[in-house]
DNA sequence: CTGTTAGCGCCTTCAC
DNA sequence: GTGAAGGCGCTAACAG
């Protein structure tokens, strides 16, 4: 029985030593109304001198909660990744919940996450980080019967936390217009696969109906995938640069990070931002200042606080089960003016 | 009772199913010796039908183990952690443990980290992410009697998976040695505060080494505090430009994320790198590569990964408790050569 | 206001 | 090789 250097005490030894009884203590810890307040002292004063913490488990097994919320994400563009959880786990502290990670890091590990479904009972929530999910996969975390929300990515029947996609993107497109530009060109996600729906597809519906307004044709080859990454974006600017039909004097890239890679593309092909191509992002990443990238900002760990608030709310008002809704927050997005973009000569 | 959607079913319904005692079916799930081949199978077919899962809940009541894994970091350079974290979640995911993630985000929140102590009770081992401890909170955590490791901070009597610090500054140090340089600062953390014995500590203490064996003087106010964020290393590169003495001609900054910033400031001074002023960094921070910075690059997940590892193993092996050890495990750094270095003139 | 008691779901001796 | 039964530490009725 020696598990460790200390002794954990249990309700016992304070009911013990408050001279009350487990029920008692278990109330007057809890905060509970039908108890004195000399015996509430008492019981404090008793758990303190022992150090005492209940036991997540004994009281989760009776309960049936746990007080922690399973945070999913894929990995893909860490900065995003880290500035929710950030957000998200400020907000559980905060409520007194704990933040269980899990991260599907490749196909792999999904599959296993899916199968084996590792949050099933170690958790009274779910929170989903730009998560895409198909049909089935998102039928199995519906089945775990807890609250659920997502962040940045839309999920049908769960609550989200996110940007108007389509309206950043229009944002951004519409900035380069006002410079002037006519040949713009837009660096985003794969838009054969399943995000076609997602956040890809819609920037890329954004670009396209800002650019339709504006009377512009969108030239063939000028949607392109950069994989939401700085080396992607770097590929897919200097495929935009041997562009048969002439280069575009402006990219809308749909992540700062790409927007990254587009500026070192342009360096490598000894054009210069933004003289030869004015570069807009999305995100404003933490870097994005430093290396002077105009962006429409989103407000990332916000984002994931709300998610957060919202899947404490829905615990304490509901019974804990997953209930179809359709509330989303549209959290703002606004443009950020940098020296990426100039006026087109 | 109507928890959910889900009826889960419990130990006793597979029991019941496959026409056996509670005991045999837990013996037979856990892979245990004394159970026939055709019961086992019998229960692992039941098992199977119900989509039964063991609740950790109940069973770490029992074995006084929840198979999880508290994270500590403070909040300071996104990417170090996301990367760490991401390696230590891959690990404890392989080994069937949860990650319950701890941020702390300010003073505020460290504070009541260690006055509640949310990780009691809640995992069973600790793993501590560049996060330097005073004496009072190193001792808190000690007394959770659970096993503890170290990540890239060195931590008195507790595993600890890093880099050699002072070796790695020293490597930067003499590449810009080797290319010609004499004139060279260091941008770094605070040498005044508690960091001073941490990893700011160490690598200047390298600078200072490879300074020292070159025979070169360390400048006055060529030690300069870059809060290891990009604006701080901005601040600090604009502080050194304007430095009485002259200008160096290369700066060793012991992050990436430093680096950036000051290539931010020599383009703001109309400077350019290398040809003014040649940078080194440390981390191959994950944009290194787009934005060309020469840098001393460390395993950022191979570090997390290994740590979990270790305190799983110690799981395994020891008593649960937390023993003072003294193993240290040394990460290899290596230079990554790019263009933000070049020969002195 | 406080105490008694019955489980929550599982593991683990101890018999058989 | 298998089963019965006693907890693990706590909460939630139900009595007083």
Not at 117 to 122: D, H, I, N, T
Not at 153 to 172: F, Y
Request: proline residues 5%; neutral net charge; charged residues 25%.
């Amino acid at each position: 029985m020696v598990r460790g250097v200390v002794q954990r005490s249990s309700i016992v030894d304070v009911a013990r030593r408050a001279g009350v009884s487990v029920a008692t203590v278990s109330r007057a810890l809890r905060d509970m109304p039908n108890v004195s307040q000399t015996t509430r002292d008492r019981v404090l004063k008793a758990a303190e001198e022992l150090q005492y913490a209940a036991s997540p488990l004994a009281s989760g097994l009776v309960t049936g909660r746990v007080r922690s919320v399973g945070v999913i994400l894929p990995y893909a563009g860490r900065w995003f990744f880290a500035e929710a959880v950030r957000g998200i786990a400020e907000a559980l502290r905060e409520e007194g919940y704990d933040l269980v990670l899990h991260v599907l890091a490749d196909a792999r590990r999904r599959r296993e996450f899916f199968s084996s479904l590792p949050v099933r009972r170690r958790v009274d929530a779910v929170i989903l980080v730009a998560l895409p999910l198909d049909v089935r996969e998102a039928d199995l975390l519906r089945s775990l019967g807890v609250p659920m929300a997502a962040v940045a990515e839309p999920m049908a029947g769960v609550h989200g936390d996110r940007i108007d996609n389509v309206a950043a993107a229009r944002l951004a497109v519409q900035h380069l217009l006002n410079l002037g530009h006519r040949r713009i060109a837009c660096i985003g996600g794969d838009l054969d696969g399943p995000e076609r729906f997602g956040i890809p597809g819609l920037r890329t519906e954004g670009y396209r109906s800002a650019m339709a307004e504006a009377g512009l044709e969108v030239e063939e080859g000028w949607e392109i995938d950069g994989r939401f990454t700085a080396r992607g974006g770097e590929l897919a600017m200097s495929s935009l640069l041997s562009h048969p039909g002439g280069t575009p004097t402006a990219v809308f890239c749909q992540s700062d990070e790409m927007a990254f890679g587009t500026l070192r593309a342009l360096r490598r092909a000894g054009l210069t931002c933004p003289d030869d191509v004015s570069i807009v992002g999305v995100d404003d990443h933490e870097l994005s200042e430093t290396f002077d990238v105009t962006t429409v900002a989103q407000p990332v760990p916000a984002q994931g606080a709300s998610a957060a608030r919202w899947v404490v709310r829905a615990l304490q008002e509901g019974t804990g089960a997953h209930q179809p809704v359709q509330d989303v927050a549209i959290h703002p997005a606004r443009l950020v003016l940098r020296g990426s973009t100039s006026r087109l000569p």
